[in-house]
């Protein structure tokens, strides 16, 4: 078990050096950030474009002065994220770490699907009771 421990905190510092240390204005100078998505205890989702392809993503902006003593969970978020590749998973494209967030710029869901998706499932749930 104990080496087991050890691999998995490998893995994750593995993981973290591969993401690119940079300042709040490099983010920006490739992203414009837009409207606020989603918030929550640790982070705040933005939706963002890119600014030489025009492209919508989300912009998840995590504040790492409040993952005190939490700092593995967000790095076991990105390391499942980033070995999912399946069209019914949001998908990590990019990551870039400041002195203060981490950004994660993931797959832009527009809400309308998530809608859509609920309503199919609520109906196939239906049906599938009724039988």
């Given at each position: 078990m104990r080496s087991m421990n050890s691999r998995f905190t490998y893995l994750?510092?593995?993981?973290k050096m591969e993401r690119q240390v940079s300042r709040v204005d490099h983010v920006?100078?490739?992203?414009?950030e837009g409207k606020v998505l989603g918030d929550g205890?640790?982070?705040?989702v933005r939706q963002c474009r890119h600014r030489e392809t025009g492209r919508d993503y989300a912009m998840k902006i995590i504040d790492k002065s409040k993952m005190t003593n939490k700092e593995d969970?967000?790095?076991?978020e990105i390391?499942?994220?980033?070995?999912c590749n399946h069209v019914n998973i949001v998908r990590l494209y990019e990551e870039?770490?400041?002195k203060h967030e981490i950004y994660l710029i993931m797959e832009l869901v527009r809400v309308r699907s998530i809608i859509h998706l609920s309503t199919l499932?609520?109906?196939?749930?239906t049906n599938f009771q009724a039988v």
């Open positions: 994750l510092a593995w993981l920006t100078s490739c992203y414009e205890n640790f982070a705040v969970m967000i790095e076991n390391a499942i994220m980033k070995q870039y770490e400041t499932c609520l109906k196939k749930c």
